[in-house]
């Protein structure tokens, strides 16, 4: 049976709003270049996430950037951080949490069905961007569901705990979007998660 390519429309990855190539005036960096500053998943998440199939894009890593001032943020950094902050904060605050005040053993309370909603509701919402090839999307959707497991962390794990059975129920919550988020984000980062 004959099999159709799906034929995915890209446009250009600008460098620096302009486009660069080896024979023209601007010349793009040499993949060993920006591995000296970046790991392959934040150039990775910075990439899925400019929305590429939609529109021109313009790469702009700071290191390579002439205009870049000193305090002006890395926008190839800042999607990366992503994993690296919020992600990472979120696994280790569950961790030390749970080492500190239950002795180190996990709870085993099924998570409430409002994060079994939210999750159900965050999977099929990047299975359908994915679907269609909309990466910018699905990058926003795990933004959006890490964040949100943040701020449930910030408001719940807050280090004084005067009962156990709800600092448990809050575990097993921060747990579950933990595990949520590192399947979603395992195509996209398969070392940092």
């Not at 000296?36 to 990775?44: C, D, G, I």
């Not at 998440?45 to 290191?63: A, D, E, T, Y």
């Not at 079994?116 to 509701?121: F, M, P, T």
Request: hydrophobic share 40%; with cysteine.
């Amino acid at each position: 049976e004959l099999q159709m390519p799906v034929i995915i429309a890209n446009h250009h990855i600008l460098f620096l709003d302009k486009k660069a190539s080896s024979s023209g005036d601007v010349k793009p960096p040499m993949a060993d270049d920006l591995l000296n500053y970046y790991t392959p998943e934040q150039l990775r998440m910075h990439w899925l996430s400019l929305g590429l199939g939609q529109r021109s894009v313009s790469f702009m890593p700071k290191p390579f950037n002439p205009q870049a001032k000193p305090e002006d943020t890395d926008p190839v950094a800042k999607d990366g951080l992503l994993l690296t902050n919020v992600y990472n904060r979120m696994i280790r605050t569950a961790f030390y949490t749970t080492q500190k005040e239950l002795g180190g053993i996990m709870p085993d309370n099924p998570p409430e069905e409002k994060f079994v909603a939210d999750a159900e509701k965050a999977m099929l919402e990047y299975e359908r961007h994915m679907s269609k090839f909309s990466f910018h999307q699905c990058i926003y959707v795990l933004d959006s569901y890490i964040r949100n497991g943040s701020k449930y962390m910030a408001k719940n794990l807050t280090g004084e705990y005067s009962d156990k059975d709800s600092l448990s129920q809050a575990l097993a919550n921060l747990f579950y979007m933990i595990r949520i988020a590192g399947i979603l984000l395992h195509p996209i980062a398969p070392f940092g998660t």
